[in-house]
């Protein structure tokens, strides 16, 4: 009797090995490659592609696992935890720099020797992205960062507005704007910030540099100086801003913005050019508009730059390269930049002459009836033209455009946010007079449903 | 050789490894984090957390809204309880309170936000405690009801025919005698409205920041220590509520686990 325990105890025992190795082992020639992205940064359609020429090139199949965050600190966590496999990642500069700070980064000759691949297409990109990672992070304690990532988009950091709502008085305010400083009264409780501490921080800080708000020891930074400090002084000056700014606000959003901006549930978001893109592509009805505040006709705000990057925890390298390099190709780039609206870092002057980004710009003209079917060539020329001028999408160089760099202290950024965002609000009234008002409803309610006949008079 | 039986204590095993691996790793690694910087055992998390005014303001707030949601749940539920214990198809109808938990919460929230929006309300404090006491209001009429139609008929009847007025009946025979739901409907809405933070940031557009919210930041900055003395200070107020709810019913707790 024992004996058959022993046997059926094993037996289940070797079932349940047997079970947990066919769930844990997956077939060896199965290759997979982990992409991190942030949300609504890609096309999703070249994805599968990049499946495709993958298996063309290399004659092996691969599985493109493909997650996303909404925000470059929730990756920084995820990368610095460095338990979880992440092949390739998306991140904007200042993330790159802490994490090349931290040696979480494979550089880009590393990987190339390691996957006997080479990233040629890193060749294409925009000299004035790599001229202006060169200025700022050409030396990350030793290190040239552009040797670390390959630019993949860039774009500024501005308002998104409704041009029904918003006056010309109201545009005259800059950054003001974001305050309602031109006083309309349509635009009080219909203004969405950032909930993110860097882009509000910046947002604050720009606003501060042009209301001459700036402590005078900070004389002779430039703007891009000012949003990567994180000093007390200039904290207290954001946080005040952000204070006065909280009373006109709808709220803060990071994802939800560019649908009230179109459901005209906003009027005023403070936005990146890329979703501002997507945003006035979307609208049907051509009310909404993008804007970089201006200070003595010199843009005035954050130029930021995102790249893919090759954390250590990779374990596909050469997937991780080939899908870089696949990325970065005139066709890909400019269907990732239709799709999402950001610009790429990509040269648009390769892109200009490229036959396929050409066709695909065709596409995009009748998809959404800017021009008639029968449009001659030369309108067609016009719009790529308009296209590739767009000073939204290419922003023109401004020496007030500020690039973000690693915080110092990212403990009291993130204190002076928190200060900002809890509000005070005094609920001890409305706890007394709910708690009466509706005690008295109860108990009536109660005691009406008692039946009749015990209601004795004493 | 040990022989190997089949007790019931090997049927326990893959229970107490599920609660080692979920249940006490998840608290050690929170105790890790919270007192130990630079492998150091140190407290420097704590004077930070609690050295911050922010953070108090945070933590009020959120008490407050957590006892207004309590409040009025059990304001609104213990009245619809006791009518649905009286009526014959009650057991039918708290299924219609009940029904909206079956949907996913975050649509369910997803929608009331929606609604507001439609109706023009604007979005703050006021939709977030709406919003938290349509969500939570089904665990404290379940209970309430529970209690309230298991309470036996004689005791009021007899109440009444010894001369108690209706609201002495009330007073000192209904609530007394459901006071083991009331206490369970408590625990159940007020420890969850303390720590959520999906509900406030939708139904307020993000401006209405609560204890919840405040966590999630820090663990997303990937401040763990300060993140994790939070969740201790969370614990704790988990602890100390249950303490004092299990204080003020006394003895009639001992049916507590029976109901759920």
């Known amino acids: 009797m024992s004996k058959l325990k022993v046997i059926l105890a094993s037996v289940l025992i070797l079932a349940f090995i047997a079970g947990m190795i066919v769930l844990g082992i997956k077939d060896p020639t199965d290759e997979y490659l982990v992409v991190y992205n942030c949300e609504e940064y890609i096309e999703p359609s070249t994805i599968d ?410 | 050789m040990k022989k190997l039986t089949l007790s019931r204590k090997v049927f326990s095993y893959p229970y107490i490894l599920f609660m080692l691996l979920f249940v006490v790793t998840p608290l050690v690694l929170i105790l890790v984090n919270a007192f130990i910087v630079d492998g150091k055992i140190d407290f420097s998390n704590f004077v930070d957390y609690f050295g911050n005014p922010a953070n108090m303001n945070v933590l009020t707030l959120s008490i407050e809204v957590g006892v207004i949601t309590t409040l009025l749940c059990l304001l609104i539920g213990y009245p619809t309880a006791y009518l649905l214990s009286k009526m014959n198809a009650g057991k039918l109808l708290v299924l219609i309170f009940i029904m909206p938990m079956w949907v996913n919460f975050l649509l369910r929230t997803l929608a009331t936000k929606t609604i507001f929006e439609a109706l023009g309300v604007q979005l703050g404090i006021g939709t977030v405690i709406a919003g938290m006491v349509y969500n939570y209001l089904p665990m404290m009429i379940l209970p309430l009801h529970t209690t309230i139609s298991g309470i036996d008929k004689s005791y009021i009847e007899a109440a009444g025919d010894l001369g108690a007025s209706p609201l002495r009946v009330f007073t000192r025979v209904v609530v007394p005698m459901s006071m083991t739901g009331i206490i369970s409907g408590i625990t159940m809405v007020f420890i969850p409205t303390i720590s959520t933070f999906a509900i406030s940031q939708l139904l307020s557009n993000s401006s209405i920041y609560l204890f919840g919210d405040s966590i999630q930041l820090k663990f997303d900055q990937g401040m763990y220590g300060v993140g994790s003395v939070m969740s201790i200070v969370m614990l704790v107020l988990v602890l100390l509520s249950n303490f004092i709810i299990n204080k003020v019913s006394g003895r009639d707790n001992q049916n507590r686990s029976t109901l759920l």
């Not at chain 1, 909930?195 to 891009?224: F, L, T």
């Open chain 1, 49 to 458: 592609a990049f499946e495709e020429y993958y298996e063309e090139v290399t004659g092996s199949s691969i599985t493109v696992r493909y997650s996303t965050y909404d925000t470059n600190e929730t990756m920084l966590t995820k990368v610095r935890n460095g338990d979880a496999r992440i092949d390739v990642c998306v991140g904007s500069e200042y993330a790159i720099e802490r994490m090349l700070k931290l040696d979480l980064l494979y550089s880009i000759a590393e990987v190339e020797t390691l996957s006997s691949h080479a990233i040629s297409n890193s060749a294409l990109v925009n000299p004035y992205v790599d001229g202006k990672i060169a200025e700022l992070f050409g030396d990350v304690e030793g290190e040239n960062m552009r040797d670390y990532f390959v630019p993949y988009m860039y774009g500024t950091l501005g308002i998104l507005y409704n041009n029904e709502v918003v006056t010309e008085e109201d545009l005259q305010t800059g950054w003001g704007l974001m305050l309602n400083e031109g006083g309309n009264p349509l635009l009080e409780g219909m203004i969405l910030m950032k909930d993110s501490v860097r882009d509000s921080y910046a947002a604050a800080i720009c606003y501060a540099y042009q209301n001459d708000m700036i402590p005078g020891e900070y004389d002779g930074y430039s703007v891009g100086q000012l949003i990567s400090c994180s000093d007390d002084a200039l904290l207290a000056v954001a946080e005040s801003v952000l204070n006065s700014q909280r009373p006109h606000l709808k709220g803060y959003e990071v994802d939800f913005g560019k649908d009230d901006m179109i459901a005209s549930r906003a009027y005023v978001c403070l936005a990146w050019s890329g979703d501002a893109m997507y945003a006035i592509d979307e609208d049907p009805d051509g009310k909404l508009s993008y804007f970089v505040p201006e200070l003595d006709g010199e843009a005035l705000g954050n130029v930021w730059f995102d790249g893919w990057v090759i954390p250590k925890t990779a374990d596909n390298l050469r997937g991780a390269s080939m899908w870089v390099d696949f990325m970065c190709r005139e066709d890909i780039t400019m269907a990732n930049m239709l799709s999402v609206g950001y610009t790429s870092a990509i040269d648009p002057d390769i892109l200009r002459l490229d036959e396929d980004c050409r066709q695909m710009l065709v596409d995009y003209i009748y998809e959404y009836e800017i021009l008639d079917e029968d449009a001659s060539d030369e309108e067609i020329d016009e719009f790529i033209e308009l296209f590739f001028d767009d000073t939204v999408r290419y922003p023109e160089t401004s020496a007030l455009l500020g690039v973000m760099q690693d915080y110092k202290n990212v403990d009291s950024a993130v204190s002076m946010w928190e200060r900002v965002k809890a509000e005070t609000i005094d609920l001890i009234p409305a706890i007394l007079i709910g708690l009466g008002a509706l005690g008295v409803v109860a108990l009536i309610v109660c005691l009406a449903t008692l039946p009749k006949r015990y209601r004795l008079k004493k």
